[in-house]
Each structure stands twice: as structure tokens, then as C-alpha cells.
């Protein structure tokens, strides 16, 4: 039951032609969404970003192709994640202008290009393995209309590294942090800076890393108390609560 | 070296008293928080919430009052958490004005009651066991000059429940939930809202729960991708970095 | 909004009071549950057992009388777990015909014996020490309304104990099966029978046990096809379970 | 030693052809399944749901085709899991009416379609990715005779598609829920209705999933009661149990 | 039914008191055990080591001394593990030839000393306060009929002092190896001997050995292949294990 | 040095030709595996089966068949583990005698067929996918000299099965129990009988049964005290330390 | 066997009162460390850093006083660690020059002050929480005979508290670190400097910090490349091997 | 800024050409690295090996390639780890004086020969299967300068192999003991031994050693206090540390 027939129900009930009883019993039976709560669901994506996204992972180029067309009646921008070679092809092939970003494996339309960030949002990693991670975050906040400051290969372990690029990290209005290993480098950011830091663990590492999983329960001891943390390999996640940080007015 | 003695350095160059190779050596030796970092640590601490923290556990009612005595010096709220009854009654009867929330522990003490948010923060919990912790992330809210909106017990086993809140919920800027058991409040709420979530796991359960591991894992698996998380119990950190975005202008 | 407002409501619209598009607005925002959802959810007491519960760990023996007395008005049977001793004598102070059961702490009051049960859930354990989770199932079965049939200290390691049981066991509708250590029992009970087993790991044993994990791995990885499983030490949830099964026509 | 064998040595006793002391004797050591055991395992066969089973996993299709023919001697129904294609191919080439399901890589024949459940299973899944895990939930509650109402892709984070869906849950007699990730639906639904929910995690996700751990988790510590849990990816055992539940009279 | 009632039955087939499908329908329904399995069972307790055992953790003195003087009717041997003082004491009181060992806290009662065991039972430990649990395996394994050989403190970080005892080792039939910590003292003495080691790990240690996971894990890694394990601090088992072995003839 | 030089030292000695000092000083320093260990060490392999192994996984066909020559001229039987087929066919080409047991990988030459062992070892599997162990303990238990009884599919879930073979299992003079999943088996097989089981779990299994760890805590936590554990899929191990058990006079 | 008996037994040989057989066959027989290895022992326990050491913890105070009576008598210096106030209050009564350290629980005798470090030991932790396995590495160091360099509370969410301290960590030989939640400090030190560093992890944090796990991970996996690790809240072990590092000459 | 923009500046100043207080700000905002923290950075490479280090895995030949041509431009000595054939391959078309080891898969380009070590780094390893590691560390410390003794294949199973290398271990200066399984080996070198050990658990084994877990817990856990411990199979690190402990003066 949409709007439609719940207003015409309403003009039944005003006309006479239905009593106040039978009207109440339907109301009461009616799946809730139809009274508006797909309107208000509606509403929801149109504020989750104007971007829809697709996680491609085991799906067929033909499949995410397909997908993509249907979501791009209605959405000006996209954003395909963990997609392979075949799939970025595919969509390049069928959208022209389609970006495709091999390391992540993000695909991207941007037909909108408005900015709903009101700062920067900082991208950062620890090494040079963590790129992949910190590019799917950056290609998700760009695809939601933020600038993004992109910030790659400052380990704790190189301190003054870090230290170069305090004043670039002081200005961004959230921090995205991608870091594998000991996960150390989100607290060190934390300390410098005032803003939220959204933690990334990623996979990168060996033996007792446990794919991951010392970053992630190091950034959730982080001693620095601005730090809130996503799941492992996250990148999407940790870009897409960045942006919607970022949008708040 | 402080500023003043740098300006005196400086001045000695100028004056011809010291040569440019002599002040060059200097300069590169001296510790590098003195050429005005510790003004940035200052920064940092005036905007960080004018709410300084003591981390209650293992100190005794001596030394907090004595930590907060210089503190409250400085800054004109404090906030103490993980205090015992006793702690809580040596505050209060050293500073009037302090308030004890005994379910989290929380001491707080408010003398500059500016509101810096920018919009409400949400703190909602599961169920009652819960409490403890909603209130920790509540209390910090409100002592970094927050308006806090309280929503308690809407599990997800009872949906309805946590429909009649929508309202409330969406009318949020940022929310803070906390859950324990299976974790999945964080998920529910993340699907109704598109602002930022902050998911504290609770480590309420027993058995399988694994003292709030179960909690854990399903927040950072959640299939809403607005929600990031903070460590175990930690209504301190949810409440802060709530904080933290709902100042962002 | 109740029936009643929205019977008024839709009293208006029938009288002319208020146009369809105001009503239709009205209808949209409220909250849906005042649209019988709450009627719902009584609905959903109703059928889930007659028989409201408190969790009773960590409450005061006041609280749980405060909301016994509460819950009372509405359900004529009424379920407390881990209750302590002086729970257990406060509530049988203040209902006579509590009885309080030491070994799983859970106190009972039933004045409605109605049986809903179509067949006999048999509550079986391994060992002694898992009497208290057992007792717990049982428990709540029989203040659910059902026929326990209970048998205790039937271990894998003692096969022709089980096997002594096993018309018992074939009689039952559904079982539930407490065992720790190795927690081998419900397969073995399940292949002995043909109707649903609910296996509840306990957290007896030490060492490699793990507080029950080792249990619980075992139930899960059981190679008998009828064997689902609930938390460690769960019984009341064994209990709930097999009742819920039982009640089915 | 059978039925046969066993009159025999009574009458042998009774013909005064043997004494007492040497069938008491014989009768002591002889295989106790032969003394009807195993018509009480051939009964337990018939009860346990006209279908024999074949783990395909690890089998040639030659070695799955032979156990095949083998079973369907007996039994009219066959259902075969994790087969892949080449079994799926094989078995349809042997026997014509076999139904390959490449998504769960089940095969089933169902040469009897009696239906055997009292009510309607519904099989629920959360997410796209958790089809494969759902439909061999499907497969298997429709091959023991069940009617079976399948509702796929309905998360937690979505909760206006689950609440659209909250009539037909009410109307199962039994609901099996698969879900990856937090695996947070088996609440959700538990609290929408009043009959057994058989919870089945899946490995689907990524990173602190930890191949199905972090659902797993969740569901045994769902809030909701009415919630029992099956190995990881195992939608074969919630089918199964499911149809026992549902066979119920 | 016992073997008389069994024997009786048979006579009344044999002098034509009862037909033949009426003895056979009864042999198919009596519990399998009275068919002599009893018989078995108790042929069991006599081989299993004349000792009767009592885990005394979680029982009261009254409890123990009451299963105690029930069990020491049918067994001169009593064995009680995990007992505390006050037992100790109680059954010292009732049974004056009672041991009481207050480092495991074992009590062992033997009235028949015969030795059961074809050659030396050697108990080993790393480090003294690993005692505890090889003085439990010691205690079990004299009650058993065993000359015990006990070696304690021979960590293998001396490797003198193990190789000090190297001829004591050899000596021995079956080898006991308690440890705690990294658990390695197993793998060094099944290097040094041809004979089955009974590897215990214990709790022993602190952080990373997590309550004897490490050194759980190092005895099932065990590069010496007549190595098999029991649970974390289970003495009892390795004595016990250890004397089935050695009463082999 | 070995011991003729010892002779020649002391022989020195003796005939003064050095003096006690300089003596003293090389007997000090000399590596103690000179004094005869090394013969301790040629000892040890002589009474350690008779059999050399060489672990196969990781290796060329040309290394395990050069390793292979070259310990058959010390030794008359050899055994192979974890070989590949190709490995298996090398060995066969070049020692004609050799047996390769495609499920476990195993090879096994034996010139030397005396029995070894007092009585029969047991091998028991729960499941047909356990037979791969199973086979590994059989073939190792055979090349060391034992009589092997092989008893393969019976699992807990069928006790009746279980039960059929309990005659043959109460021969044997140890036991080898292989089983994956929930491992519940060597319990129940320990529960039958008095001598001692080694339990092999096996990483048979899915999901929760994370690659054997269910099995193994199971098997570590058996409610029957003769029951001692091997590592994960260790079948060589479970068949060596029973043919070590075996063979003790 | 010592040497003076080593010494006589040549002397028999050389006198010609023992013939070289007889000589042989009791040389091959003697416990090994007769032939000079207690003095290796012995030379081991005094390169080992002159001070002996006692683990306080479940020991009275008796038995410790008595222990360390009897290693004074060839010990100058003694360490005492994890010693509760009873045993530091009987240690001072006993030995008057006795320092006790209540953070920690050392207890230290230092009746040779030689330093025997080539250079500074700098002991650094994060946060005031980590102080007393500061202490404990502090005071192992300091007993051992080594100049100790103390800095603590510098975590990584201040580094320039870090940063400030970089001079005093740079002119180390050694560095300590302990730290816990995150345990990120070592790398941050690590990065700073080239010499070798000891990192400690401690259980300091709650929640995922896993009573110290997340430290030890975050240490493990540590991306700057001098850092090695020693067990959870191991300062002894900290201590000691940075005494060895800075022994070496 | 570097320093000659910073003698520019106080040329400035000292030239009049620029007033105190322009200066005091440019100088308190300038990225502190640019004052000398660059030469820190430079230093620390000098003094860290000469050796520059790249990780091999996940890069391509010719990526290594390019980097590796860059870094020789600056430093005389290059490894590479973890490479495979292919950039072996490379490697040595390029630079001819590559060395490329196989087993570890490590290239070593040593154009600087000098000794920095001042004394012998031994690298043991307890099997075969942990040459691969051991090569690593091997290859390492020889890259940084050092004397290397390799003793291999020398477990605890075997302690006669072990004792027979005695004086070999004891004479080095700084030991690195990488073993897998049940990882005891270092703790029975450290116990020979009164230098540093440095232990490198290695991934080998299967089952419950858990990929390295039961190695690296065993050695965290060691009974010997000179142990420290770097991550599963990390050969360089182990050989890393070594190298700086042995080039302290």
C-alpha cells in the first residue's frame, strides 16, 4: 500500500464509503514501509551520499554491469569495490567514464561532482603495503564529494616522517588512518591532532599479525581517545565515515 | 629552551654576539617541543574539550583529589571515571559541586557549561545491564558541553521498540551505542539514521560472549556502513569522539 | 498514538474535521507502533509461555521483588534465574508459593499448571556438575507448561548408562542435553533418536576446557544432523526452546 | 544373530536341545544390535525423514553415483551436498529427475513428494551472499517434505524490508535464518515471532569475521530466547532440524 | 533383569512355561545392560586399578566422606582428588589410614598394596611449582599398584641436571612429564628414552602462557614421537594413563 | 673423541706418559656424546621400532629416495610419510618391495616382518573421511611389528555400531581412535574398555570445527581417564606411541 | 663426581691402581656434570651477573628468607621479584641493607655495587599504569650492575613528550620499553634509535587489550626492525637481557 | 627548510635584514624535521647496518629492481628478503656480484666486506624443515658485517646432537635459535649459554601448532632468562637484532 491508496482510503473513510472500524482494522494490518517509510528510505539514501555502491567481489562483469546500469538511473555516482580486472573492463567498456583503480580494486563514476565535505578528510598510511586499503577509502570520499588529502608511507617508526606532515594532518577535519603490522600509527595521529581519526587495521603482515588481527586490538587500545576503529582491510568503511563526518554542518 | 629563550638567541644574532654557525648548531640540537610545540599541546588541550580526564582505577581518593586539584587549576571541568564510592565521597567533599553517577563511576565536575556541540548526541543502550556504560559515554558528553539525548533499552529482539525511537534517533547528529551480547543494536541503528554511529561493546553477557568479544566482532562486522567502533566498556571513548564530531562546525 | 486516537483520528476525516492530506501526513509520522504493534507484541507474551522472566544476577533482591510484584499483575507465572539465596528467601517472603531451587538459583511461581506441552521434553545431563544447568532447563520447561522427564549422569564414557535410557529418551517430543568437559552427549543422544535435540554446553571442566569453549565446539561440530545449540550454561534457554518446540500442534 | 537366529535358539531351549546355562551364555555375548537394534535403526531411518543423505564433498562423481544407486534402493528421496559440477552432471545423467543447485552445489531427488511438515518452514537470509548457505536450507527442508516460503535479503540494517516481511514470519510454524557478517537477523527475527529460530551463521564477510567466528558468536548470544544455533555454513543441519521441528504433530 | 532373572526366563521357555515370540519380545525390549553388561561394567572397575575416585573440587566433607565410605565397601582403594583441607581432615577423622597430600590436595586410602605394575612408573617435573600436579600424578599412580620414581625440578634450561638423571629415566617403563610455562621438558626426555611419555602441561606461568595453553601447545608439537598429552593440570590423568600402561603384561 | 681414544688417553696416562692435570683439562672439555652417548643414541634407534620414517611433505621424489637408500642400509624396514604420488612412484620404481598407501601418503619396505608387539593394536575411525589418519596409524603401527585390527565408521552419533565391534575392541591391547568433528569417539571407546587409547583428532570438518581445534579440545577434555592425545591429523604419532605401548614386556 | 674425584680417579690410573677398563667403564657411567659441567654451571651462574634470583610469588616469607640466607653465602647480590609486603617486611628485618620496592614487589640486596654495563640501560614505559614492570626492569638491571636511565610516561598519542626525550634514549646502549593497550611505543623508540631494544608488553589496558595480548602482538609485529620481545609484564626478563646486551665487551 | 635555508634566515637576522620576532615565528612553524632531524635520519641509516633493506614479497622484478638500484646509490650493501626466482633472476642480471639464496629467498649484494660485528653470531635452528629461517638470519647478519657460525638440525628430541655443539654456542657472542613445532630450543641453548638468545619461532609443523603460535608462545614462555623473542619466521629480524647486539663496542 503506497500513499495512493492510503489516501484513497482516507477519501473512502471521508466519503462515507468506508466506516471508521473496517479503515482501523486495515491500518492496523498494512506493512509498515507502506506508510512512507520507503519515502523515508528514499530520503536516507539521498543523504547517505548520492553514491550507491556494488561490492564486487564474486560477481560477474556481467553481473556488476548490470547492476550498475539500473543503479545509474537513479544515482548520478557509483562506486564498485574489491573489483578484479575483468570487472573494471567491463564497466570502462560499457561507461566511459568509469575510473578504474587497480590497487584497491575500486571502480568509480562520478557524474556529480559536487562537494558536501565542508574540510578535508586526510588519508593516511603507515607503509607502502597499506596503499591498497588507503586508496579504497580515498576513491570512496572523493566519490562522496570530498576533497581528500592523500598522506602515504609515515610509520612510527619514522617519527620525523610523521612529524612532516603535522600541519597537513592539523588541517584535515577527519583523519582516516590505514595501518597493518603493530597498528600503531592511528595513535600517534590521535595525539597530534584534535579531530576524529577513523582506524583502518589492514591485513598487511606475517606470522603473528594473524591477517590483521594485532592491528585491529591495537587500535582498539589505542591510548589516544579520539580513535574509533573499522573492520580489517575496511577502506570503504573507514572513507565512507569520514565523509559522513565530513558532510556535517 | 622556551621562547623567550629563543627570542634571546635570536636577539644575540642580531646584536652580532653570536655568529650564524654557532646559532645553526644550536637550533638543530635543541629539543623541538621548545621552539613552541608545547603551545601546540596547549592548543590541543583547549580544544579537546576544555574537560580534562583522570582515569580512576587503581589511584586512591588521595591522589585523585590531588590530580584534580592542579588540573581544575587549569581547566575548568573535569571528568573522573572508573571511581569507587570512595573516591566519589572524597570529591564531593572537596569540591561541592561534583556529581557521582555510581552505576559507571563517574565523577564530574562542570563550571563551564558552554554548549560546543553543535547538535544533540544520542546515547543509546540495549538493555539495562548496558547502563554502566551508556551512562560513562553519556557523562563524558555532557561534560565536553553536549546536549545529550538518552535512549535505553530497545534490543534488537524487540524492534518495535526501537521504531518508536526512530524519530528521536534521526533528529541526532551523532549517536553512541552501546551493546553487549550479540552486538547488533549498532547495526539496527545505523540502518534507520545516515549520521556517523559510535558502536561500544559491552562485555554484559556471559559464556559465549567471551566477555564482550562476541559484542565486538559483530560491531566491526556490521553491515551498516556508518557505524566504527571503540574497545570494550569504553563509554569514555564512545562519548568522546561523539564529542569530537558533534563540535566539527 | 493508541487505537483510540487513531480511531478519532479517522472519526475526523469520516466527520469532514480534517482533510484527507492532513490525515495522510498525521499517519505517516507516527510512531508505528501505536498502530497495534504494541497489541502485537501482547499478542507475542501471550503466545511466547504465560511465563515472564527476570534475569536476576546483579539485581538487588528488592528490584527483583519490585518487578516480580510488577510483571505478577499481568502473568500468573513467573520465572526468576540465577537468582541468590537472599533473592530467593525475599521472594518466597513475599509470594509464599515461590519455590526457590539452590543448585541453578532459579526461583519459580506458578499459578496457572495449564500444560501446553503436547509430548514430554526430557532434560538430560552427563554429569553431576552440570545439575545446576540442568535443573535450570528443567525449570523453565515445567513453568512453561510442559511434562519433564528428567535423566542425570549419562556420559559418553559410560555408554550402557545411555543406553539403559533409551526408551526414555525415544518417548520424548524434544530434548535437551547439558554436558561439559568434551560435551559428546548430545550426539550420542541424537543418534539414538529422531526428534529435535537442543544441546546446552556447560562450562564444566578446567584446563583445555576453556570454561566451557570445548563443549561448545563439539555440539556445534556434532555429527548427529538433529543437534542445534545454545549458549554455555544456558539452560533457561534449553528450557525455552524445547518448550517452544513442545507447544507446536 | 537376527530375530531368526534368536527364535531359533529358543526353540532350541524350549525343544530341550539346549540347556539353560549355554543360551544364557550365548546370549550374554552376542551383538546386542542383533536382538532388534537394528530394526530400531531402521526405524529411526524411516522416522528420520524418507531421505538419505550423501556429503559429496570430497568424492568422485563415479564414488557419489555408486552410493547414490546404492541408497535409492531403499529410500525414495536422495539429497546430496556440496557437489560440485561434475557430480551435479553425473547424477543428472544417471538419474533424469535429480535437481542440481549450483548456487549450495546440492543435488536432490524426490521421487516421493509427500509432505511430511504440519506447517511452513520459512528460510530467511540476510544478504545476497548468504543465498548458497539459504538455499541448501531450502533444499533440504523441501526434500523432507516441507512446504517451504523463502524471504531473501532482509539485514538488520535495513529494518523496514525485514518489518514488510513480519506477516509471512508469523505464519511459519519454524524459521531458519542464515546470516554472514555480525549475523545479528536471528534476533531480530526471533523477537518478531514465537516459534523456534534455527540460527545459521555463515562464513560470509571478511577480515575480524573471522570466516564466520564473529556470527557465530552473535547468534549464541542472541537476547532473543527463542534462538538455537547449527555449525558455521551449515544449511543442511538448520534445514534439517527445521524439518524435524516441523514434522511435529 | 539380572542373569538370574535372564536364567529363569530361559527355564520357563525350557519347561514350556512360556512360548517362544513371548520370550522374544521381551529379550528385544530389556535394557541391554542387564544382559550381563553390568557384569561388564564391574569386570571393568577390577581391571580399571582396585581404585575408586572421587573428584573432591565443589563437594562438601560430608559428601565426599559419604561416597566415600559407600565406595571403600566394594574397593580396599579410595583415591580423592582436588580435596581441600576440610575434607582432608573429615576423612582422615573417618578413615584413619587416609593420606592427606596438601599440595594437590589428593587423600588417598589403600588397604590393598599390592603392586600391579610390571615395572617403574617415572614422575617427572620442571620446575618445583609445577609439584602440585606431579605429586597428583604420583599419588594416583601408587594407588594404582605402582613403584613410582619421582624427579622433580629438572627444567630444560639446565640440561645438566636432566642428563644428571638420565639412567633413572631409562630405567623406567612409562615417564610422566609435568611442565609448565613453554612445556618443552617432554619433548627433552622423549628424546632421551624409548618408552611412552605421558606429557601433563600445567597452568603454570604467567602473560603469554595463558593458564597452560603454551605449554599445552608445545606437548602436542612435540618433535619426539612417544609423546601423547593430557589436559592442563591434570596429574590424575598422566598417573593414570601411566599405570593402565605399566600393568601391561 | 670416542672410546678407543678415551682408552688411548687413559692408556697415556697410565703409562705416565701425561700427567692427571693435562688429562683432567681434556675430559673436561671433550664433547660428552664421546664417552658412548652417541652408542646411548645407536641404542635408542635399535629399540625405537626398528623402523626408520622420514616425513615426506616438503621433499623431491630424488631426496626422499637418496635419504631412503641410504637409511636402508642401517635399517631393514622404512617408512615413508606425507609422500605424493610422485614420491610413492619413485620409491616404487627403485625398491620394488615398497607399498604406497595413496590416502595417507604413506610408504612403508618391510624386510623385517617379526612381531614386535605382545598384542593387537586397535585402529579405530569415527567417519570415512577420517580414514586418511586412521591408514597412517595403521601402516606405522604395521611397520613397527604389530597385529593390526582395523575398525573404520563408527561414530557416536550411532552407538549401536559402536557397540557391535565392542567385543573386538576389548581385545586389543591399545587402542588408536581417529575422529574429527565434535571427536567425541575416543571417550565413548574409553568408556568400554580398560586399556589405554591414544586419540588422533582429525581436521575433518567445517566451520566451527576450525581445522581439527574442536577435536582436540574435546579429546583433552574426556570424560574417560585412559584416553592421551596426539597433535591434530598426527597419525604416524597415534600408531607409534601404541606400538611403543605394545611392546613393553 | 667433581673434579677432585675426577682428579683421584687419574691419579689411581696413573699410580696403575686402576686399570684403563675399569677407569673407562666408570668415566663412561659418571653423570656428566661430574666431569667439570658444575663448574661450567657454576662459571654460567657468574657470568650470569653475580646476583641470583628469587621468584617471590606464592612463597612465604620464611621460606624466601630462607632461600635467600643460603644464596648470600655465595652470592654478593640478590633480586627478589613479585614479593608481597610480608616477605619485603621479613627481608628487611633479616638482611637490614634490603631495598623493597612495593610498585613492583623487588626486593634487591646490593652488597656489590661493581658496574659491570659498558654503558646506559634506559628504561622507558608509556603510561603510569606501566611503572611497576618499569620498576621491576629497573631494579633487575640496576642489581645486575648497570647504570640505569629512567623515562616514563611518554606514549605515542604525546610524542613530543616522546620527541623530548630523544637525546637521553639516543645515548643508550640498551632501551627497556614497556608499554600496554597498544604497545606501540617500542617502534616509535625503535625508529629513534640504533641499538637494541627489549620490549615488554603489560597487561595494563581492559577490554581488547586481552589482559596484554594486544600489547604483545602490536610488539611482535613491530615495522621497526631492533625490537625483540619478552612475555606480558616480564620487567625481569626486560632487565636481565638488556644487562647481558650491555655486558658484552 | 633545510640548513641552508636556516643559515639563510639567521644570516638575516644577524644582517638586520629580518627583526627577532619574523624570525621567532617562521622559526616555531617550520617542520622540525627540516632543522637538522633530516641529518638525525641519515645518521641512523649510517649507523643501522649499511645495509639497506627491501621487502621482496608482493613486488615485481622489475620494481625491486628499481629500487634496489637506487638505494645502491647511496649504500654499498643490499638485501633483499623474501624474493622469489624471478627477482633472484633479475637481481643478478643486473647487478652480477648478487648472490641469491634459494631457500629463504633472500638476495645479498656486498660490495662493503667490512667486520662490524666484534664477535661471532651464532644462528642454530632445530630442523631441517627451519633451514629456509635460519638462512634468512644467516644472510642478514653476514649483509651487516658479521662473522656467522651456522649449526643446524640440533633439536631437544636429540640433546646428545645439542650438548655435542656445546662449546661452539658457547663461544659466540650473540646466538639466534630459530626452531618451529614446540619451539623448546631456545630455552635449551639459553640455558647453556650466559649471552643473548635471540629466538625466531618458525611456521613449521601442522595442526595445533597453529602456524607458528605453539613456537612463538613456547619461546615467550621460556624458563631461560637471556630469550627474547621477534615474530613467526622472521629470520631477518632475528638476524637484525643479533647484528646490533654484536656490533656494540
Sequence with gaps: MDSDQLRSLLGQVRAGEMDVDAALERLKHLPFEDLGYAK???????RHGLTEVIFGKGKTPEQVVGIAARLLEKS??????????????ELKAKFP????????????????????????????????????????????????????????????AGIH????H?????????IVVCAGMEGAL?????????????????SVGYGASFHGLAALLGMLNSCASNVS?????NGFGGGYVASLINRLE
Design 229 to 233: 576503529v573499522v573492520n580489517i582491510d
Design 186 to 202: 592511528p595513535s600517534a595521529v590521535g595525539g597530534l591532532v584534535s579531530v576524529p581519526v577513523i582506524a583502518v587495521p589492514t
Design 97 to 156: 567514464e568509469a575510473e578504474y583503480f587497480p590497487l584497491s580494486g575500486a571502480v568509480r563514476i562520478r557524474r556529480n561532482r559536487t562537494m558536501y565535505g565542508k574540510g578535508t578528510v586526510a588519508v593516511v598510511c603507515a607503509g607502502t603495503s597499506d596503499i591498497p586499503v588507503a586508496e579504497e577509502a580515498q576513491v570512496t570520499a572523493e566519490a562522496m564529494g570530498n576533497q581528500v588529502q592523500v598522506i602515504y608511507d609515515i610509520g612510527v
Design 166 to 174: 603535522s600541519e597537513q594532518l592539523m588541517r584535515a577535519r577527519v
Design 76 to 89: 548520478q555516482n557509483l562506486l564498485v569495490t574489491r573489483a578484479n580486472e575483468a570487472i573494471g573492463a
Design 161 to 164: 616522517r610523521l612529524m612532516a
Design 40 to 46: 523515508l528510505d528514499h530520503h536516507r539514501a539521498l
